[in-house]
């Protein structure tokens, strides 16, 4: 973990610069407070006195204890991997909140110099999205054996920020076996860069051809859909 530690402390620096506060880095929501916050904030939810935002898809009729952003790598409509992660939304299992970030194609390119207070916009939003999830699942297509640009842009937004910190995240290779590799060991070091948890038993693997994908974009087969859900289920558990 030299690397993340290096990064941690160029993270470090470049809050400091920022805001002039050197402990700036790890705000207080993803220390030992922010811990028992989110307990406290589950524990609201479960009573059912906390609603949820807009654009969420609750499943179930227990109320909401766990969120869940769901982040898809590629901009291509039709696409396998936002297919996947549409499916989620619709196969989530009582108790996990899912939400689509559909915002990748609107961020800008990454420059350090816009890296400020004053984020553009759709990376503030990006930024806020992670800041209120509970846990990140992301689905990224392979391109030149590593992640798509456009991907590793929206990557790149999250490193000088605090959210990714701490924050479980998984990912599911949807590439028929043998490809798509390049991709997901790309992911695996970037999220290490950022210092996430990496929740390893629900980084799986689920093929899903792009005959699969249905016209309303998401995926009838039953067992993808199983599959997600037991995904969904898994990264709920790890968060608690
Ligand atoms: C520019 C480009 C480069 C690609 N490079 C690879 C690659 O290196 N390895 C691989 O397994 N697939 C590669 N593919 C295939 C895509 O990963 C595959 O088509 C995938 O289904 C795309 O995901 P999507 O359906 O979510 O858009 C590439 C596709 C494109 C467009």
């Given at each position: 973990m030299a690397g993340g530690l290096a990064i941690s402390r160029e993270i470090a620096a470049l809050s400091s610069r920022r805001?002039?506060?050197?402990?700036?880095?790890?705000p207080f929501w993803n220390g030992p407070l922010g811990r028992i916050g989110r307990t406290l904030r589950n524990a609201g939810r479960r009573l059912g006195k906390i609603g949820r935002s807009p654009g969420e898809c609750r499943a179930g009729r227990g109320g909401a204890v766990v969120d869940i952003l769901l982040v898809t790598g590629s901009t291509r409509s039709g696409s396998t991997n936002t297919a996947a992660l549409r499916t989620a939304l619709a196969a989530a299992p009582d108790g996990v909140t899912v939400a689509l970030y559909e915002g990748l194609a609107e961020l800008?390119?990454?420059?350090p110099d816009q890296d400020?207070?004053?984020?553009?916009a759709p990376a503030a939003d990006l930024r806020g999205r992670i800041a209120s999830a509970d846990a990140l699942l992301f689905c990224t297509p392979e391109y030149a054996g590593t992640l798509p640009g456009s991907f590793k842009n929206l990557l790149d937004w999250t490193v000088?920020?605090?959210?990714?910190?701490e924050k479980p995240v998984a990912w599911v290779n949807v590439a028929?076996?043998?490809?798509?590799n390049g991709a997901s060991e790309t992911l695996r070091t970037v999220l290490g860069y950022l210092s996430t948890d990496i929740i390893e038993a629900a980084c799986i693997r689920l093929t899903v051809p792009?005959?699969?994908?249905?016209p309303d974009e998401t995926i009838e087969d039953p067992q993808v859909r199983e599959g997600l859900r037991d995904v969904l289920r898994t990264i709920a558990k790890h968060v608690g």
């Open positions: 805001s002039g506060l050197a402990r700036a880095r790890v800008p390119a990454f420059n400020t207070d004053s984020l553009p000088g920020g605090p959210e990714m910190h028929p076996e043998g490809r798509g792009r005959g699969a994908v249905g």
